[in-house]
């Protein structure tokens, strides 16, 4: 683990794999952290420099006062290449991690190779849903959350099937700080990119969870075919494809970004 600064605020970052190898940068989903890519760095790690890091507001960096934006979760990852010296790397996100990397691929294009988009949206509405998520953290902390989170993240057969899986994520939720959790609701909340993300022009991968019950099979369609040349892969999955089916996402990704 390292800390690093970005724009005099400090950012937990860890990096795995040799110097040399291509640099892939992966973005957490909310209420999750940095951890939730555990069970790819063996994998990963042996064909790339797998640079992870804490979302602002979420386990061991910032956690800035409420609300975000998208705008600003995206500068966040490119100040985590700049504060690397890497000039571009591929890229996956899952669910807000992803909203993240459709922010780069539209704003900072020239810092991404190929990127691999799972679980995610460009718009999420609507609007109460996510004011409720912001009530229910402000009244009872992510303890109020984090039932309901597990539930939408993983289908009732697989939670049943790895309790010690289930552990390690709750934990993962219940140490994101609230106000970080907030101020993520309200950046999704308010992005769309819908729009924008028709102008990208990049090697992108579209992974998508046939049980997905937070990003739609729907949602990830939309960016498909919006994006010229997207590829799609469909896994068995809820929310949380990369837990849920880790050899399977593991080895997607892979073959993806080694193309």
């Not at 995610?120 to 989170?149: C, E, F, I």
Request: glycine fraction near 8%.
């Amino acid at each position: 683990m390292q800390t690093i600064r970005i724009e005099g605020e400090e950012f937990n970052v860890r990096i795995d794999g040799t110097d040399d190898a291509p640099p892939l940068l992966l973005s957490n989903s909310l209420s999750s952290d940095l951890e939730m890519w555990d069970d790819q760095l063996p994998l990963w790690s042996r064909h790339f420099r797998v640079v992870r890091y804490d979302q602002r507001g979420h386990d061991k960096s910032a956690a800035s006062p409420a609300p975000y934006a998208m705008d600003r979760l995206g500068r966040d990852a490119v100040g985590v290449l700049d504060a690397l010296g890497i000039e571009k790397a591929h890229f996956c996100g899952l669910s807000m991690g992803g909203m993240v990397g459709l922010w780069m691929l539209t704003h900072a294009p020239q810092r991404i190779d190929r990127a691999v988009l799972a679980n995610t949206a460009a718009h999420m509405g609507p609007p109460d849903l996510w004011n409720g998520r912001v009530a229910a953290a402000r009244s009872g902390g992510m303890a109020a959350l984090v039932d309901a989170t597990i539930t939408r993240w993983f289908p009732e057969h697989f939670r049943t099937a790895a309790p010690a899986t289930m552990d390690r994520m709750r934990a993962m939720i219940l140490r994101t700080p609230a106000e970080g959790y907030i101020g993520s609701c309200l950046a999704i909340r308010d992005m769309d990119q819908r729009e924008s993300m028709k102008s990208i022009d990049a090697p992108v991968m579209v992974i998508i969870g046939s049980r997905d019950p937070a990003t739609t099979p729907a949602d990830g369609e939309l960016i498909a075919r919006s994006i010229r040349g997207a590829q799609t892969t469909y896994l068995d999955a809820a929310h949380i494809s990369n837990v849920e089916q880790p050899q399977a996402f593991g080895e997607t990704v892979l073959r993806f970004l080694s193309a």
